[in-house]
Nanobody, 115 residues
Framework: QVQLVESGGGLVQAGGSLRLSCAAS????????MGWYRQAPGKQREFVAT???????VYVDSLKGRFTMSRDNAKNTVYLQMNNLKPEDTAVYLC?????????WGQGTQVTVSS
């Protein structure tokens, strides 16, 4: 089973940037689809972006142009570059690994954007 560890969260002022990382264990990382999700206090978890093993990326429409997902298969890591952050981006950001019947989640990293 793939294990995921997110990092890179923190406190940032509105308009600032952060880059989140999600490091995965397991040699099958390159075969799976990776995703970023977020969950704000009192709200449901929501989709942010996914990237297939071949590099095809899908973003939620509301974040296109501000968030960019990338992956480095050699490092078993995916990234989420977040620019022009807004207070409404405050949430726990989680990564997810999907491949066949495998479905793993990380513990998440907190992102707080102050106004």
């Amino acid at each position: 089973q793939v294990q995921l560890v997110e990092s890179g969260g923190g406190l940032v002022q509105a308009g600032g940037s952060l880059r989140l990382s999600c490091a995965a264990s397991g040699s099958i990382f390159s075969l799976g689809t990776m995703g970023w999700y977020r969950q704000a206090p009192g709200k449901q978890r929501e989709f942010v972006a996914t990237m297939s093993s071949g590099g095809s990326t899908v973003y939620v429409d509301s974040l296109k142009g501000r968030f960019t997902m990338s992956r480095d298969n050699a490092k078993n890591t995916v990234y989420l570059q977040m620019n022009n952050l807004k207070p409404e981006d405050t949430a726990v950001y989680l990564c997810r690994y999907l491949s066949g019947s495998a479905d793993s989640w990380g513990q998440g990293t907190q992102v707080t954007v102050s106004s």
